[in-house]
Nanobody, 118 residues
Framework: QVQLVESGGGLVQAGGSLRLSCAASGSIFLINAMGWYRQAPGKERELVATITSGGSTNSADSVKGRFTISRENGKNTVYLQMNSLKPEDTAVYYC????????????WGQGTQVTVSS
């Protein structure tokens, strides 16, 4: 079993920065990718950024150039550095992981709130 614990959310003014962290524990050998999704009120959950165990990254067009995903393998931790935040970035951000052999991110953290004020 894998546990994902997020931290780092909060309230920030537009143009500001936040860094989210996600620590994975348990059977982490089962994981071949981790990432961040977000869900704003009244909207569906959407992909923000992902990173594979090999270091390949992918991100949504809406965050390209502003958000950076990275990982620290020795600590089994994934980060999301968010710069130039906009009010539309306000959402609950979820850490996710994908099991080896799966096409979907099916493991989820509890979520952390990010609120960007204008």
């Amino acid at each position: 079993q894998v546990q994902l614990v997020e931290s780092g959310g909060g309230l920030v003014q537009a143009g500001g920065s936040l860094r989210l962290s996600c620590a994975a524990s348990g059977s982490i050998f089962l994981i071949n990718a981790m990432g961040w999704y977000r869900q704003a009120p009244g909207k569906e959950r959407e992909l923000v950024a992902t990173i594979t165990s090999g270091g390949s990254t992918n991100s949504a067009d809406s965050v390209k150039g502003r958000f950076t995903i990275s990982r620290e393998n020795g600590k089994n931790t994934v980060y999301l550095q968010m710069n130039s935040l906009k009010p539309e970035d306000t959402a609950v951000y979820y850490c996710a992981a994908r099991r080896s052999g799966s096409l979907r991110f099916g493991l989820w953290g509890q979520g952390t709130q990010v609120t960007v004020s204008s």
